[in-house]
């Protein structure tokens, strides 16, 4: 059976905000964040997702909208997002995938690298690609000072925490 950080079924508003998602799944349909349904709204703000395995650490199917705002999202070994018959909107995200293919959209668009992710979506401009050391595979808080140095991130007005309800840096 597929297995899910965080899974969401038709729902009309989500709000998906400062949390720590990991996982070291093998198989078809395990995600991070997997969001399927009709007429979604989804704000994803401010999270941690650390994917070792798995299809993707983003899946959405169906969501009339997607907003991904200030995430670190890591899929090591597949496809970082996944967006079908969906609206993406992010950008002030960091992104890593070792796997030859960045993310898959509309069934057939498969897209190569980040670069080319930004290039045919005009998605993600003020994001970035690079893997962030965090305390460990669980434990999400970073110790790369690579996502402050350049302050890639924005303040959104959603959150003011980070999830350890320390003041968020950004």
Not at 10 to 22: G, H, R, T
């Amino acid at each position: 059976s597929a297995q899910r950080g965080l899974e969401v079924n038709d729902c009309f508003k989500v709000l998906i905000v400062n949390n720590f998602i990991s996982g070291n799944t093998s198989g078809s349909y395990n995600a991070g964040i997997y969001i399927i349904g009709n007429n979604t709204i989804a704000k994803i703000y401010n999270n941690s997702i650390n994917i070792k395995d798995g299809e993707s650490a983003l899946y959405f199917n169906s969501v009339d909208s997607a907003k991904v705002y200030n995430n670190i999202v890591i899929q090591q070994t597949a496809e970082v997002i996944k967006a079908f018959s969906t609206t993406y909107e992010g950008d002030f995200n960091c992104f890593y995938t070792t796997n030859n293919s960045f993310a898959s959209y509309e069934g057939a668009n498969n897209v190569a690298d980040f670069q080319e992710w930004q290039t045919t979506t005009g998605q993600d401009i003020n994001s970035f690609f690079s893997l962030p050391a965090f305390t460990n595979d669980s434990d999400l808080h970073t110790l790369s000072f690579l996502l402050d140095k350049d302050r890639k991130s924005t303040r959104l007005n959603s959150s003011h925490t980070d999830i350890s309800r320390m003041p968020s840096s950004a």
